[in-house]
């Protein structure tokens, strides 16, 4: 069982639209949650983490966190063509000396025109 | 320029052929780790270091070496490089400090593609 798993997609979405990215866990000692953009062929960036429960926005960019459902969500709102990427979720508990990221296969976003 | 740079960025060897990957970091992050990402599979550990002269195996360490001589520095060692081992690899680092709230962002190097024939 993947300890981080997302819908490998692709999500489309028309332009001006929320886009939403889902993601589940199973480690129950998981602290924090990070989301990561990757373009292709090119490195992760981070977007977003959140270790509280609840919502956190950045921006067009709100990241959720429920951790009685083990389960984060990105929100897009106004996406946007430059928006088309693969999204990665990545969890942080306590193994790896309490840096490691475990991350799932990612989900790819469309946004069209 | 806050930066993690990797060298070669593109590699075809053959197998057998030992070969290294550069990392470097100007940061002056404790912590740095290799990732190999595969289609279908993501981005998995190979190994992490947590500073100097402190290694240890990640989830995917076989057929791979490291070391952490100097803090910036993080090489990732293939002794006898095979087929399976063509992938994206990146290097990645971050501060180490616990806590909560410590959120130790992992920035990425640029990747190396490596094709092994």
């Known amino acids: 069982q993947k300890e981080v798993e997302q819908n490998s997609g692709p999500l489309s979405v028309p332009e001006g639209a929320i886009a939403s990215l889902n993601c589940t866990y199973s480690?129950?000692?998981?602290?924090?949650f990070f989301w990561y953009r990757q373009y292709s062929g090119k490195s992760p960036e981070l977007i977003m983490f959140?270790?509280?429960?609840g919502d956190k926005e950045d921006g067009r960019f709100t990241a959720q966190l429920n951790k009685a459902s083990q389960y984060v969500s990105l929100l897009i709102r106004d996406s946007q063509p430059s928006d088309s990427a693969t999204y990665l979720c990545?969890?942080?508990?306590?193994?790896?000396?309490?840096?490691?990221?475990?991350f799932g296969t990612g989900t790819q976003l469309k946004v069209e025109l | 320029e806050a930066q993690v740079t990797q060298n070669p960025r593109y590699l075809i060897t053959v197998t057998g052929k030992k070969l290294t990957v550069t990392c470097s970091q100007n940061?002056?992050?404790?912590?740095m780790s290799w990732y190999r990402q595969d289609p279908g599979l993501g981005l998995r550990q190979i190994y992490y270091?947590?500073?100097?002269?402190?290694?240890d195996k990640g989830d995917v360490p076989e057929g791979y070496k490291v070391s952490r001589k100097e803090k910036r520095n993080f090489p990732l060692i293939l002794e006898s490089p095979s087929p399976n081992q063509t992938s994206l690899y990146f290097c990645?680092?971050?501060?180490?400090?616990?806590?909560?709230?410590?959120?130790?962002?992992?920035?990425f190097g640029p990747g190396t593609r490596l094709t092994v024939l």
């Open positions: 270091s947590m500073n100097v002269e402190v290694t």
């Open positions: 990645a680092s971050s501060l180490f400090s616990r806590g909560q709230g410590r959120v130790n962002e992992q920035f």
């Open positions: 990545a969890a942080k508990g306590l193994t790896g000396g309490g840096n490691k990221l475990t």
């Open positions: 959140i270790y509280s429960n």
């Open positions: 940061m002056n992050h404790e912590y």
């Open positions: 480690d129950r000692g998981s602290q924090s």
